[in-house]
């Protein structure tokens, strides 16, 4: 008896029986799709998460208000983060980053009745270069836009399509709280990610910004505030020293002792990647036990199916060892059905699994991704499963005389 | 040529012992053709399972061509069963959703005979008993006569030694049942094929050249037919009233 022979018996009990092998294989295809499914949004998510922030630039510090305390919220004094702080560190590690300051706020963004949904933000030469951007079209702002407050704008992806709907925006003219604007500049698409919408850019000079578009909202005691610092660190061994250089020159600008609460927050992205990988970590196990329980759910299946044609199967056994079947022979073909209606089961339930996967990529709720690990692994289990719930009957099947598999009630 | 020797076979079920088999001594020459008679429950199933390889006795010595069966492994008893013996069922025991020809193609999967010469063997068989043209046929499209021809085919498509059949018109009606008896008088006088076959009906049994009674596990009475009756020999008062009255008179004689 030849495997290529086991092989053709197992196939035609397979095609005989059409129904009991459908139903077999339902149960597997369902667990494998749903482990494959759920895994793929889990590391999707994760993925997308850890891209989402590496997107935001390597080696990236960011200073903003709002630190541990609630001094705002309890009604302190606001302690604003403000310009010269950002002179004072630029002076401090200017050397090993770059420093790049920004104040972001809500103005309307209109192209005649487009508008965009973007906070309109005042920003230095090096902002985009700090926070990874590039520039698809025209140019970036300049130290002399700064230097000049210029009405020009800088626009994100997104931003430049919700305005100008595929036209080309460069020298045309924006609205922003009523004044016109001059685009000089489109930046290259990040992509979505999940976390922020990177595209939604709208870029002007720093200085504009405080003098033309925002004016006393951005001061604090007469002082230009801003929303926020980003520094960029030449060396990702240097992050943790910058740190401490930056949080030194904020209490020394604010006169702050080192037992007082910084009324910042200066995190790395390594520190934020650290506690998102954590969060999206802890979503995919949560996922992937779901997703363990369905393919036990399809293994129930699988074994209800074997149990109600259990009798029959018991008979076919014994006619099979009547007629002079060795026992060993009748395990192998059994063996060889199981096997082909798991793993039938199993690439069906990956197919199945990939196809909603890349459905729910396409319809834009999130980018998933098929790991090969994850669709082994549901491939293993299907078989194993299915071999349990196969050959445990068929075992005990063709150990009994044929006799009395024969009267098998 | 089979023996036995004292065979006895006893069911348990809980405390209670079923016998159903006592001492049982029988043997059988290669060519002959006889019937196992007797009542319900006396134990007629049980011997030929044995006899088939089917069970195992309790206690005895059954042969096979010289070979003790009890003393062989899972593995020998399975090429006995191919080789030597071909085994038809009162209920059929054909596989559901399958053709006739690959019914009777099942046995031969074992034997390591190649495809081609599988169906050819097989197409062989049913000929044999003249279903030739039923062959695509799956058994729930065929008759009960049908359906024992082919499992027939089936018990002989190795070429046993042996067939044994439980019953074979059991399931049949009286037309059925005495075309199944002439297929077996035809492999036994032109073949020269032993057959032993199991009955409940005196008339079926007479178309032996041996009957074989058993009564509560024990054989009874062994004699030869004088005039075993053509297949398709009227089922008439007479043969009947005249094979009943020796029964009960032989009876008499050996409760005496
Ligand atoms: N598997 C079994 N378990 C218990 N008792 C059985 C079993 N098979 C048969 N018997 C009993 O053994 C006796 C003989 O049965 P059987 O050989 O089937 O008789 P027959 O075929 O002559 O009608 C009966 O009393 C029957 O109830
Ligand atoms: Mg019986």
């Not at chain 1, 630039?57 to 302190?76: D, E, K, Y």
């Not at chain 2, 079923?18 to 053709?33: H, I, Q, S, Y």
């Not at chain 2, 008759?143 to 024992?148: A, D, L, R, T």
Request: aromatic letters at 6%; glycine letters at 10%; hydrophobic letters at 40%.
């Amino acid at each position: 008896m030849n495997p290529f022979e086991n092989f053709r018996i197992a196939l035609r009990a397979i095609s005989a029986n059409k129904l009991r092998s459908g139903l077999t294989i339902l149960g597997i295809v369902i667990g494998v799709a749903a482990v494959v499914a759920l895994m793929a949004v889990g590391q999707g998510a994760t993925s997308g998460i850890t891209a989402s922030v590496e997107g935001m630039g390597t080696n990236l510090i960011t200073v903003s208000s709002g630190g541990r305390s609630f001094q705002r919220m309890a009604g302190g004094s606001a302690t604003s983060l403000l310009y010269s702080d950002y002179e004072a560190i630029l002076a401090t590690v200017g050397n090993e980053a770059a420093v790049t300051p920004y104040y972001a706020g809500m103005a309307s963004v209109k192209n005649g009745d487009r508008t965009a949904s973007a906070t309109l933000t005042g920003v230095l030469p090096n902002y985009t270069r700090v926070n990874a951007y590039s520039l698809a079209s025209g140019r970036l702002i300049t130290d002399q836009d700064n230097l000049q407050k210029s009405r020009v704008v800088v626009l994100g992806a997104t931003s430049a399509e919700d305005l100008f709907a595929g036209l080309n925006p460069l020298g045309r003219e924006i609205q922003i709280n009523g004044k016109n604007f001059s685009v000089v500049g489109v930046l290259e698409a990040k992509g979505s990610s999940g976390l922020t919408y990177q595209d939604d850019m709208v870029l002007i000079p720093l200085q504009t910004a405080y003098e033309v578009v925002f004016g006393a909202q951005a001061k604090s005691r007469g002082k230009n505030t801003v929303s926020g610092i980003a520094l960029s660190a030449a060396d990702a061994d240097q992050v943790d020293l910058i740190m401490a250089n930056v949080e030194f020159t904020l209490r020394r600008e604010h006169s702050l002792t080192l037992t007082e609460d910084l009324p910042f927050s200066v995190s790395s992205q390594s520190q934020m990647l650290a506690s998102l990988t954590n969060i999206s970590g802890t979503l995919t196990t949560l996922l992937g036990a779901i997703a363990g329980i369905s393919l036990l759910v399809g293994g129930i299946g699988i074994m209800n199916i074997t149990l109600v044609s259990v009798r029959e199967r018991t008979r076919e056994i014994g006619l099979r060892k009547a007629v002079g079947a060795p026992k060993g022979v009748i395990l192998f073909q059994f063996l060889t059905e199981t096997l082909t209606l798991s793993i039938l089961g199993g690439i069906l339930g990956v197919l199945i699994g990939w196809g909603i996967a890349w459905g729910v990529s396409s319809a834009g709720l999130i980018t998933t991704s098929v790991s090969s690990e994850v669709v082994i692994l549901s491939l293993g289990m299907a078989t194993v499963v299915g071999l349990i719930f196969g050959i445990y009957p068929a075992y005990q099947a063709a150990s009994l005389r044929p006799i009395e598999a024969l009267k098998y009630e | 040529m089979i023996e036995t020797e004292n065979i006895s076979k006893t069911y348990r079920l809980g405390d209670t012992k079923v016998r159903a088999l006592r001492k049982v001594n029988l043997r059988v020459e290669d060519g002959e053709m006889l019937a196992i008679v007797g009542p319900s429950g006396s134990g007629k199933s049980t011997l030929l399972a044995i006899l088939g390889c089917l069970d195992v006795p309790t206690k005895g010595v059954y042969r096979i061509d010289g070979q003790e069966v009890m003393r062989m492994n899972e593995r020998q008893l399975a090429a006995i069963r191919r080789k030597k013996i071909g085994f038809v069922f009162q209920q059929f025991n054909l596989l559901p959703r399958t053709s006739a020809l690959e019914n009777v193609m099942l046995p031969l999967y074992y034997s390591g005979v190649s495809h081609r010469a599988r169906q050819a063997k097989a197409m062989e068989a049913l000929e044999r008993v003249g279903l030739a043209e039923r062959a695509k046929s799956h058994p729930n499209q065929l008759s009960g006569g049908e359906q024992q021809r082919v499992a027939i085919a089936r018990a002989l498509v190795n070429e046993p030694a042996i067939l044994l059949a439980d019953e074979p018109t059991g399931n049949l009606d009286t037309h059925k049942g005495a075309e199944i008896v002439a297929i077996f008088q035809k492999l036994n006088r032109e073949e020269g094929q032993t057959v032993i076959y199991v009955t409940h009906d005196p008339f079926i049994a007479r178309h032996t050249r041996r009957i074989v009674s058993i009564q509560d596990g024990r054989i009874v009475r062994d004699e030869p037919v004088e005039h075993p009756l053509a297949a398709g020999t009227p089922r008439s008062d007479d043969i009947l009233g005249e094979s009943l009255s020796t029964t009960v008179e032989e009876d008499e004689e050996a409760g005496s």
